[in-house]
C-alpha cells in the first residue's frame, strides 16, 4: 500500500503562483511514476504532469512552460510548481502514484482557485 498527502493549495489571482506537495508513504519502493491530475467542476478529471523514478517528466500542453513537476527522493515528495496561474487551471489537485502491477494510488485532493 501507497499514501498520498497533497498540501499546498489556496486561492490566487491571475499570473501568481502556488507550489504543491505530495509526501508518499508505505511501499514506496513499488511506485514507478508519480504524478498530478485535476479534476474542475462539470469535467473529467485529466492528467497535468507526470515524473519517472529517472526523472523523465511529461506535461500536458496546456501548462507547458508554465508547471514544473520535480521529486525529492530523499523525502518521498513530489512537487507542482505552478506558475502564471490562470482561472481556468481553476480544480482540485490530485497526486497519483502508479506502482508495479499497474496499481494506481491517489492522494485526497487539493483545491486551487486561479481567481481572474
Known amino acids: 500500500q501507497v499514501q498520498l498527502v497533497e498540501s499546498g493549495g489556496g486561492l490566487v489571482q491571475a499570473g501568481g503562483s502556488l507550489r504543491l506537495s505530495c509526501a508518499a508513504s508505505?511501499?514506496?519502493?513499488?511506485?514507478?511514476?508519480m504524478g498530478w491530475y485535476r479534476q474542475a467542476p462539470g469535467k473529467q478529471r485529466e492528467l497535468v504532469a507526470t515524473?519517472?523514478?529517472?526523472?523523465?517528466?511529461n506535461y500536458t500542453d496546456s501548462v507547458k512552460g508554465r508547471f514544473t513537476i520535480s521529486r525529492d527522493n530523499a523525502k518521498n515528495t513530489v512537487y507542482l510548481q505552478m506558475n502564471s496561474l490562470k482561472p481556468e487551471d481553476t480544480a482540485v489537485y490530485y497526486c497519483?502514484?502508479?506502482?508495479?502491477?499497474?496499481?494506481?494510488?491517489w492522494g485526497q485532493g487539493t483545491q486551487v482557485t486561479g481567481s481572474s
Open positions: 515524473i519517472t523514478s529517472g526523472g523523465r517528466t
Open positions: 508505505g511501499n514506496i519502493f513499488s511506485i514507478n511514476v
Open positions: 497519483n502514484a502508479l506502482a508495479l502491477y499497474g496499481v494506481d494510488y
